[in-house]
Protein backbone atom coordinates (compact mmCIF):
# COMPACT_ATOMS: atom_id res chain seq x y z
CA UNK A 1 0.00 0.00 0.00
CA UNK A 2 2.02 2.65 -1.47
CA UNK A 3 2.55 5.23 -3.85
CA UNK A 4 4.75 8.14 -5.33
CA UNK A 5 4.74 10.91 -5.58
CA UNK A 6 5.19 12.46 -9.38
CA UNK A 7 7.81 14.95 -9.34
CA UNK A 8 9.88 13.73 -6.56
CA UNK A 9 9.61 10.16 -6.44
CA UNK A 10 9.09 9.66 -2.59
CA UNK A 11 7.26 6.76 -1.56
CA UNK A 12 3.92 7.58 0.61
CA UNK A 13 3.06 4.51 3.18
CA UNK A 14 0.12 4.45 5.32
CA UNK A 15 0.67 4.24 8.79
CA UNK A 16 -0.68 0.71 11.11
CA UNK A 17 -3.83 3.06 12.41
CA UNK A 18 -4.09 3.63 8.83
CA UNK A 19 -3.55 0.47 8.22
CA UNK A 20 -6.42 -1.20 10.56
CA UNK A 21 -8.95 1.41 9.03
CA UNK A 22 -8.77 0.60 5.86
CA UNK A 23 -9.45 -2.92 7.10
CA UNK A 24 -12.56 -1.58 8.49
CA UNK A 25 -14.04 -0.72 5.58
CA UNK A 26 -15.08 -4.61 4.81
CA UNK A 27 -17.56 -4.38 7.51
CA UNK A 28 -18.51 -1.05 7.30
CA UNK A 29 -19.53 -2.05 3.75
CA UNK A 30 -21.01 -5.23 4.78
CA UNK A 31 -23.32 -3.41 7.84
CA UNK A 32 -24.54 -0.64 5.16
CA UNK A 33 -25.44 -2.11 1.95
CA UNK A 34 -27.45 1.46 1.51
CA UNK A 35 -25.08 3.27 1.85
CA UNK A 36 -22.63 4.99 -0.21
CA UNK A 37 -18.72 5.01 0.52
CA UNK A 38 -19.01 8.91 1.53
CA UNK A 39 -22.16 8.37 3.66
CA UNK A 40 -20.77 5.69 5.27
CA UNK A 41 -17.06 7.81 6.22
CA UNK A 42 -19.92 10.46 7.22
CA UNK A 43 -21.65 8.19 9.82
CA UNK A 44 -18.70 6.11 10.99
CA UNK A 45 -15.75 8.81 11.31
CA UNK A 46 -16.96 12.33 10.51
CA UNK A 47 -16.75 14.95 7.85
CA UNK A 48 -13.32 16.13 6.77
CA UNK A 49 -11.82 12.72 7.87
CA UNK A 50 -9.12 12.09 4.45
CA UNK A 51 -6.52 15.13 5.05
CA UNK A 52 -6.13 17.18 1.88
CA UNK A 53 -2.46 15.27 1.49
CA UNK A 54 -0.81 13.06 -0.70
CA UNK A 55 -1.30 10.33 2.00
CA UNK A 56 -4.66 11.28 2.96
CA UNK A 57 -5.27 10.62 -0.91
CA UNK A 58 -3.93 7.56 -0.85
CA UNK A 59 -5.33 6.38 2.91
CA UNK A 60 -8.61 7.09 0.67
CA UNK A 61 -8.45 5.85 -2.20
CA UNK A 62 -7.01 2.38 -0.10
CA UNK A 63 -10.22 2.41 1.79
CA UNK A 64 -12.59 2.97 -1.00
CA UNK A 65 -10.90 0.10 -3.26
CA UNK A 66 -11.75 -2.46 0.37
CA UNK A 67 -15.31 -1.19 0.53
CA UNK A 68 -16.21 -1.35 -3.24
CA UNK A 69 -14.26 -4.79 -3.61
CA UNK A 70 -17.09 -5.82 -0.92
CA UNK A 71 -20.04 -4.48 -3.12
CA UNK A 72 -18.80 -6.98 -5.85
Known sequence: MET???GDHQNI???EDQIEIVG???DFSFENPNMTFEEVVLKELGPDF???T???RLF???CREVF???RE
Request: proline share 10%; charged share 40%.
Open 60 to 62: EKE
Open 24 to 26: MFN
Open 54 to 56: PQG
Open 68 to 70: DRE
Open 13 to 15: ELT
Open 4 to 6: KLN
Open 50 to 52: FPA
